[in-house]
T-cell receptor
Framework: GAVVSQHPSRVICKSGTSVKIECRSLDFQATTMFWYRQFPKQSLMLMATSNEGSKATYEQGVEKDKFLINHASLTLSTLTVTSAHPEDSSFYIC?????????????FGEGSWLTVV | DAKTTQPPSMDCAEGRAANLPCNHSTISGNEYVYWYRQIHSQGPQYIIHGLKNNETNEMASLIITEDRKSSTLILPHATLRDTAVYYCIVRGNAGGTSYGKLTFGQGTILTVHP
């Protein structure tokens, strides 16, 4: 089946630095990918929609200058958390739409744990 | 997308069938019912989806009522590894770049015990 891969799975960074998380669709092309954030014991919250070849669309309340999204190819989207702070520590998850699958199924990556110290 | 309602938690004995209900009374005609699950510290895993007819795959069965206002996910022989949060999501199948945005509720925490 379709696979979406994220890297790194875990990252620790110092406060004030930037960290990049990659999301790849391994066996299908994804013109659209989505980035979610999940805090402990809470549900997933959509942050932004990543569109190949164009600007990302951010959900209300998500700072576009802090969470930079780049979707340069049909199989790769990146999320860069700039000037990270401890409150940015969270589980970041991406998803991608497989338009070739029946019902346009959405597949999720394994998630990336970010800890800002 | 239509809103869904799920019980916050359920228990199931290992080897028995787990039946997880979902209410989606405001579902519209072109909206699908999707089920995902999230095992602790992992990304959500796609389980199954359906529109009108009942569906079955290697993981589970999906039973959708005739009026489509509710559905049940069935894990026929639950194992300890099925312990997870199960999300029922209703969404349309239209095109557009925003298609694929999923709205997650709180889901059902299924605990399978020995």
């Amino acid at each position: 089946g379709a696979v979406v891969s994220q890297h790194p799975s875990r990252v620790i960074c110092k406060s004030g630095t930037s960290v990049k998380i990659e999301c790849r669709s391994l066996d299908f092309q994804a013109t659209t990918m989505f980035w979610y954030r999940q805090f402990p014991k809470q549900s997933l919250m959509l942050m932004a929609t990543s569109n190949e070849g164009s600007k990302a669309t951010y959900e209300q309340g998500v700072e576009k200058d802090k969470f930079l999204i780049n979707h340069a190819s049909l199989t790769l989207s990146t999320l860069t958390v700039t000037s990270a702070h401890p409150e940015d520590s969270s589980f970041y998850i991406c998803s991608a739409r497989d338009v070739g699958a029946a019902g346009n199924t959405i597949y999720f990556g394994e998630g990336s744990w970010l800890t800002v110290v | 997308d239509a809103k869904t309602t799920q019980p916050p938690s359920m228990d199931c004995a290992e080897g028995r069938a787990a039946n997880l209900p979902c209410n989606h009374s405001t579902i519209s005609g072109n909206e699908y019912v999707y089920w995902y699950r999230q095992i602790h510290s992992q990304g959500p895993q796609y389980i199954i989806h359906g529109l009108k007819n009942n569906e079955t795959n290697e993981m589970a069965s999906l039973i959708i009522t005739e009026d489509r206002k509710s559905s049940t996910l069935i894990l026929p022989h639950a194992t300890l590894r099925d312990t997870a949060v199960y999300y029922c999501i209703v969404r349309g199948n239209a095109g557009g770049t925003s298609y694929g945005k999923l709205t997650f509720g709180q889901g059902t925490i299924l605990t399978v015990h020995p």
